[in-house]
């Protein structure tokens, strides 16, 4: 793509309402802007991270068995009444209409999606079954002051699990945690595995939990990797010994990137779904319920991986693989840029190419430093013709290739 055609434009300063980094960053780098406090519109670049994010997930879904819906925002209140979170899940969005009807605004989908699996599954041989989709999540956050960390509506992929017992689910449940754990891995992330106690959905659940100093969560944990807990609700202290020898206990702030649930039949029970077993006698299906914050994430991201001068964007979750700087108006200069450009284009890679004129090489190196694409390129009357001086972002040191020898290497 051509920047010069980019709609979205780069700010030098921060903007002046956003305490946080992830937000202050991706506004200015024309990711994003917002509407309203948590509430966040996804611009050119915005959407590219989104999308990377949620296909990445979405392939991991996919190979744990996934099948994936779109459910609705707008939800029957009746069923909400039927589990009772009309009243209790407190962050709940009502919205009334006109025509004297209300609805749920959907901080989840237990209440849309259990009804429906009921209406299809009858015997044992339905189960099990995933189901899962990306969506919009509505909520009413008290606080919404961390960006994309903490948004009143924002992208989630929420995964369901049907089984016909408790073993079968357990085992897709511990499944999941390794499924999740490559999942984050994948985007560059170390989610530390942590147990949580308590919650809307469960007694007791796991969370992915990533180390970062303004995250908004705080665990006790084990370095060794045996141990994490949400000091919520932990016993274990800071400093005591890990039981298996790894040494002190740590205690960090943190992310929480995703959340799996054993939802076990608190919600089939609600809405009668059941299936006949072997034996022909009617059993409640046990469910789990996994959720991955997919614009959290991005958030997140930018809040782990960051400098002074911008964002440095993990390479499978990057808007573009390749910045690429012409530094000249001199026509010859600009003609090898444009050969350059579509040579890259040509093999798949993804390239953003600075083509606009009357800006200076100091605010495009400025620009590419802020926007945070992995591989700049820069093609100038030093570096010479057919060749390009290949740079990371992160990195200081930078080398002259050919592009043959560019395009060899890289991968
Ligand atoms: P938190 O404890 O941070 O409020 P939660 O435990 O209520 O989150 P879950 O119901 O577990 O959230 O939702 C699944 C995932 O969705 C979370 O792990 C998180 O990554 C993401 N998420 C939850 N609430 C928000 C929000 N307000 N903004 C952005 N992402 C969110
Ligand atoms: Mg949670």
Known sequence: MRLSQLFSKTLRQAPRDEQSTNASLLIRAGFIRKEVAGVYNFLPLGLRVLNKISQLVREEMDAAGGQE??????????????????????????????????????????????????EFVTSYRDLPLYIYQIQNKFRDEARAKAGLLRGREFLMKDLYSFHADVKDMESYYEKMKKVYKKTFERMGLNAILTYAAGGTFSKDSHEFQVICESGEDEIIYCAGGDYAENVEIAKAKEGQQCRLGHGPLKRVKTIEVGNIFPLKDKYSQVFGLTFKDKDGKDKNVMMGCYGIGISRLMGAIVEVFHDDAGILWPKQVAPFQVHLLVLSDERGVMRDGEN???????????????????????????????????????????????????????????????????????N
């Open 69 to 118: 819906v779109l459910l609705s925002s707008l939800q029957n209140k009746n069923n909400w009444e039927k589990t009772g979170r009309w009243k209790n899940f407190d962050a709940l969005f009502k919205v009334s209409s006109q025509y004297k009807t209300d609805y749920a605004l959907g901080p989840t989908h237990e209440e849309v999606l259990v009804p429906i699996v009921a």
């Open 340 to 410: 350059i450009y579509n040579k890259l284009q040509k093999t798949g890679m993804e390239v953003l190419w600075d083509d606009r004129e009357d800006v200076s090489a100091g605010e495009k190196f400025a620009d590419c430093d802020l926007i945070g694409i992995p591989t700049r390129l820069v093609v100038s009357k030093k570096v010479g013709r057919g060749k390009v001086e290949v740079k990371k972002r992160g990195q200081k040191k930078s080398e002259v290739l050919s592009l043959d020898r560019f395009l060899s290497q890289y």
